[in-house]
């Protein structure tokens, strides 16, 4: 059996679930075995969406970075590595589930089908939140850490609610699910502690997801927990998975059982992904201060992109034609995406922003407001 090589303090736990090797082949750990059939039995159809929306948010993904040096953009969070963990996770889901994101869930977005220039849109401070939810069933990415995860629990406490009496029938063809997004550095904030014990009390059909990139900005997982996040689970009463994120098989079986497990009403249940954060943390980020080049480079070769390309072309017999369109069909994406950015307008004058910190009238906000419009006068 296979296993990856991992920097200390970053090894998967034994109890990870893995279907795939590095290199694309089958090659199931242990806690895998009740999976295995589900994960192979994943068609090409699927996997091939998945490559697709991790090549082409990759790229765009590039086009950010490009764009926030250039001054394009205010900020700009990378994705880079963490792409099979969030493809697993969002093809799990039917459109009529709700995705609460934090500020890196770029490959959710696409699947949701919302345009780049909203997402981009938001890092140039152009607009005050995002998009239109309802639009996508997708709230707006948060910066405020952990907080989504409190908003997804009370919209899975409202489903809960909404479906009481149904039919185990019924849950599984119209019962909604509330998919709450964090990542490692997130979960010592104590909304997370929070937000697990009421799932568990009213058996809220929510799924916590955390993407484990191992860094909290620059503070490595081992400082931030003693123990496997998905542990924690057992303490509120619920089931937690850990699973190999760079694995898009491994991860898209587990998603699936988390998925059909809080849609039928069995209560809340956390998956934690174990990939890696390949690029900075942010624009404003420089990972060559807190970790070597040598650990980047281990990670590298568990790539999700590379492990996803060789299982396609291995096992369904993908050539160089799919992999050129996905490739061209990148490019133009972020071509296209350049345009739009470099041309857009404001949409908002920075006046009108201190309307719309607060519904009410704030006084601290008003004498911002007012502090600004004497500079104003006096340019």
């Not at 908003?151 to 009496?165: E, L, P, V």
């Not at 119209?174 to 997004?181: F, I, M, Q, T």
Request: with cysteine; aromatic share 10%; net charge negative.
């Amino acid at each position: 059996m296979s296993t990856i090589s991992s920097p200390p303090g970053h090894q998967l736990p034994e109890e990870a679930i893995g279907v795939l090797s590095p290199d694309g082949f089958i090659d199931p750990t242990d806690s895998a075995k009740t999976f295995v059939d589900d994960a192979t039995a994943i068609d090409h159809e699927r996997l091939a969406e998945m490559y697709r929306l991790m090549a082409t948010t990759r790229r765009i993904d590039q086009e950010g970075v490009n764009l926030q040096r250039q001054g394009q953009l205010v900020l700009w969070t990378p994705s880079l590595g963490q792409e099979a963990a969030q493809a697993g996770a969002a093809t799990a889901l039917e459109a009529r589930d709700w995705i609460f994101p934090t500020y890196r869930e770029h490959v959710m977005s696409r699947a949701r089908g919302i345009p780049d220039e909203e997402i981009f849109d938001f890092f140039r401070g152009a607009v005050h939140a995002g998009w239109n939810p309802n639009e996508y069933n997708m709230q707006p990415y948060t910066v405020v850490l952990a907080a989504q995860v409190l908003h997804a629990t009370g919209y899975g406490w409202g489903i809960a609610q909404q479906q009481r009496g149904w039919t185990d029938a019924r849950r599984a063809s119209e019962g909604r699910v509330s998919l709450a997004c964090f990542g490692d550095g997130a979960s010592t904030e104590g909304d997370i502690h929070e937000a697990m014990v009421f799932a568990a009390s009213f058996d809220a059909p929510v799924v916590f997801f955390v993407q484990n990139n191992y860094w909290a900005i620059s503070t490595p997982f081992e400082v931030q927990s003693k123990v496997p996040l998905y542990k924690r689970a057992q303490g509120y009463g619920f089931e937690g998975f850990a699973v190999d994120g760079n694995d898009p098989l491994a991860t898209a079986a587990v998603m699936d059982h988390a998925v059909d497990h809080a849609r039928r009403g069995k209560g809340p249940i956390l998956v934690e992904a174990h990939t890696y954060r390949m690029g900075a943390h942010t624009t404003a980020d420089d990972p060559t201060k807190y970790r070597t080049s040598e650990e980047e480079d281990q990670y590298a070769q568990t790539d999700p992109m590379l492990r996803t390309e060789q299982y396609l072309r291995r096992r369904f017999d993908y050539d160089d034609t799919f992999f050129d369109e996905v490739e061209a069909e990148g490019e133009q994406h972020a071509a296209d995406l350049r345009d739009k950015v470099v041309d857009a307008p404001d949409k908002l004058s920075l006046r009108e922003k201190f309307d719309l910190v607060y519904a009410e009238e704030h006084a601290l906000v008003e004498a911002q407001a007012a502090a600004y419009d004497r500079w104003m006068e006096a340019e």
